[in-house]
């Protein structure tokens, strides 16, 4: 289980949101205490967008906590949209391919869940994918391959549509394969202008999600646990809720990945 | 508040106290119970004796849990007497040349524990070392310093008359700047034949020091907290403990640095 | 272009072929003088067969030349059969899972070439693998790719027959492809006995391979270019060969993967 | 010897002199052609002032060339001023507190060139440091020391007095330990408003030092080898030269640290 939070809003340090004592991103990943486990020291990733169309990336496998150059750079940079991310392996070698973010072209995601028995259904999920992205593949983990996925099934056009499809898409080969269908998804992600979240599984423990305005209003932020600090008023988002951050503030529809197929099979 | 294990006996391969699943250091690194930190995941180490005097050297700033090489080494290098360590930073950059063991000629050092206010006696202690293992100081850290103040205070024919000495300079050197005069010390050292071991505090909080018959056995086990696993019979050593481990077994003996000022102070 | 060197014989420390000064495979790396790169400073590797019958690994990012652990381990393991491995990446990302050599149950391998227009023929390629292997790729490289591939067909009972397969199935894929067909590949492997090597290429320019007793005659060395020492005797292994060394000593017959399709096609 | 470019003018990404390919530090950092090592692969960093005082510091041990995180930071960051840097070491551990530049407080620091026998003289021009610079003092090498020492003796105030002074202070210590009197320096220094360069040495061997308007005149670049492109009219500095860059252009000035010595001598 990882750990993230994704910022929206007026131009801020990303030290605001990711390095800040006491209520911060790093600050949790010494000791996190909603998390399956203790620590978050299996590197770690920020994601931002600034004057080009594409993210800034920057990943390494150290435990954020200890790396000077994260500190520097979240206290230099300012960025208006950027996605920060504590990595908890559960398996599988720690590499910078490994790392979230995840950027292709002018969009980012990040994780915090699992898809259940992946080994078993990868190579089916890696030949869904198109030539092109095939090879923007540059890890082993779960969590890329679903947003290459999403962006197979038209992340460009219908994000909640896209992501929907990635994980029906798991589900299905997991069935197909003979595993346990389960599938437990929070992940945020961005084309640089909109901020989406989204908060999911197929059993009843759907990894959590909280927003909150922050920075005395001038933005809004999305976390996988909220920060330590008392002044953020938290506000917990439902599983099964697709969220939507723009200019215009924060929206929340249903997100339901197998309703459609529901759908689809009572009318057959 | 780091981690650390040694062995001396019948040689084993380093993994059966490294990195066994279960009960094993690296194990521990995850999910510390009895340490103050819940993690110990700045940087890892190893030193051991093989064919030649001097001992073999790894050391690394990943998390040892996560490191596919010190799982293969674990494996493949087998030793009559080693030295591992996990480290968990209170505070400053992580490096290789910070992380334990330290090693110098044939001896090889590590440790768990802290002095007070370090950064304020630190020049005076570096100033205490002769030309040559002022040069062999390649980090910043108070354990190694201690390591090389032994070393110059004669180590090599009087290991607890030099570690003592070590640590009374440390001692005098707080009272003379006025910082808190505080020591924790579990440390664990050796030449290559005889294994060392000492629990020392100036206050009532003594780093804890366990050791154990192990591998059937065929060695001893000396280690800063015991492995989770029920067939190991864990006898702790109390503070204030100087410990010898050779091939007639281990014998322990009382460890007081400050006893001998008192001594004189009565004297005189 | 990378370097390599191989031994098999008499146990020795793995300093004397990797790391010892002005006659080693490090030594090397900063200055190479018949290779396409000036330097190797992407990442190394050992692997090495000593009590168990799987190898041991050891691999980094950095230039060898700046790496401690990798000094002491030279020092400290004694084998009688070891791949050592710098890495000049000709693109792509450096990180451990493309470092040399590749391990794979008892068999390791390490490789100097290159596959034309790998990118285009590395799906088609990574589809014959079976699931075992498939889930048994961890890097992006065609070198892990090749010998994955070999696996696959047949390493364990024909050494030269699987290499031979496996680059003729590189090429036919790139016919298809219609990437231009080319394979420069000179290669060791091993499966902890016996010590192979290949030099070949479809065009002129085969990486080179030498061959010499060294240690005073208690062992074999491999390298993909001679070491600058004036002791040894360097024997050029022609293009076009697979060599291999056991206890009886070296031997070398000619490898064309490209004969056997020759012959077929002659009768048909 | 080690590479750098500085930059001072009007915003630009640090990617036009830092990884722009053909002409830029990175594609050098594979192929130095007047630098006496072939390549500078033992680690890089950026230093880069931006809305703060202090500047941003970004360092690492891996080759330039192959660090994904330089390539994406150098694309994002916009500055109006920067230094960066690759390394070779010529000898010692490689560790990211040795990397250029040094940062302390608004000031940042690189460096090209040595100091002959450091080694013995490096604990009297540590002794030399206030307590609060020698706790700043974190890595082991003489460019570090040599710009903690311009600090000490006025570097705020006068910073070719300041230099000089160090440089000077280097060599009276060099002459007390017996050491062949010999200092190659060639540096770039800043406060985030003006930047300064120096190339100076005792012998006829001071190592090079070019500037060229840039950018199509929008700024300033100073460099320590001139880049491989042609569109560039690259202007030797000549040795014993203090360069000062501020938005009204650059001037020169002589720099040499023993003509006043050798003034007070005459006079005495």
Chains 1, 2, 3, 4 share one sequence.
């Not at 790396?67 to 920060?84: H, Y």
């Not at 292709?104 to 992946?118: E, K, L, P, V």
Request: aromatic share 10%.
């Amino acid at each position: 289980m990882c750990r993230w939070a994704a910022y929206r809003g007026t131009p801020i340090p990303l030290e605001q949101i990711v390095s800040a004592p006491g209520h911060s991103l790093i600050e949790q990943s010494h000791c996190a205490t909603q998390a399956k486990t203790a620590t978050n020291g299996d590197g770690f990733g920020i994601a931002w967008y600034g004057e080009r169309p594409e993210p800034g990336l920057y990943r390494d496998v150290l435990p954020a906590w200890s790396d000077c150059n994260l500190k520097s750079l979240a206290r230099q940079i300012r960025s208006p949209l950027f996605l920060a991310h504590v990595r908890a392996s559960t398996g599988g070698a720690t590499s910078r391919d490994n790392c979230h973010p995840f950027v292709n072209g002018t969009w980012s995601f990040m994780h915090n869940g699992q898809i259940a028995g992946f080994e078993k259904i990868r190579r089916p999920m890696e030949a869904a994918l198109s030539d092109r992205l095939y090879q923007a593949r540059h890890g082993t983990t779960d969590s890329e391959l679903l947003f290459l996925l999403a962006i197979e099934f038209g992340l460009a056009t219908d994000p909640a549509g896209a992501f929907a499809a990635a994980i029906r898409f798991a589900l299905s080969e997991a069935a197909r394969a003979g595993v346990t269908e389960l599938v437990r998804f929070t992940a945020a992600f961005s084309d640089g202008r909109t901020l989406h979240a989204i908060r999911y599984a197929t059993d009843a423990y759907a990894p959590t999600l909280y927003s909150a305005p922050t920075c005395g209003g001038q933005g809004h932020c999305l976390v996988s646990e909220p920060f330590h600090d008392t002044d953020t008023k938290w506000h917990e988002i439902p599983a099964g809720s697709f969220v939507t951050l723009t200019a215009d503030g924060m929206r929340s529809e249903r997100f339901d990945p197998m309703r459609v197929v529901a759908e689809v099979a009572a009318v057959a």
